[in-house]
């Protein structure tokens, strides 16, 4: 079992920055691969990136790729999405999630989710 809370999220200018953080308890956390997902106002949720349980690897978006970078440390059980260049379509609820197939992009292959929290960027 791993229960996920994300922060860091808020309001930010285009072009400007911010480090969601997603706090994980439990004891598969290092073995679990992490992921962040997004959902926008009457969209689907849809993949933004994710990193192997060793950190050894990661994935992103075709949107965000460049922009945003995924990180996690281990020993603080945390994993961080840090976002760069923020567009007004980048605007959404960020969740993370935790799961054993990192390379997936489909929301059913992650097994634990955290509550979201909220990024909205104005033009």
């Known amino acids: 079992q791993v229960h996920l809370v994300e922060s860091g999220g808020g309001s930010v200018q285009a072009g400007g920055s911010l480090r969601l953080s997603c706090a994980a308890s439990g004891r598969t956390f290092s073995r679990s691969d992490m992921g962040w997902f997004r959902q926008a106002p009457g969209k689907e949720r849809e993949f933004v990136a994710s990193?192997?349980?060793?950190?050894?690897?990661?994935h992103y978006a075709d949107s965000v790729k460049g922009r945003f970078t995924i990180s996690r440390d281990n020993g603080k059980n945390t994993v961080y999405l840090q976002m760069n260049s923020l567009k007004p379509e980048d605007t959404a609820i960020y969740y993370c999630?935790?799961?054993?197939?990192?390379?997936?992009?489909?929301?059913?292959?992650?097994?634990?989710w955290g509550q979201g929290t909220q990024v909205t960027v104005s033009s």
């Open positions: 990193i192997i349980w060793s950190g050894g690897s990661t």
């Open positions: 999630a935790a799961g054993r197939s990192y390379y997936s992009t489909t929301i059913w292959s992650w097994d634990y």
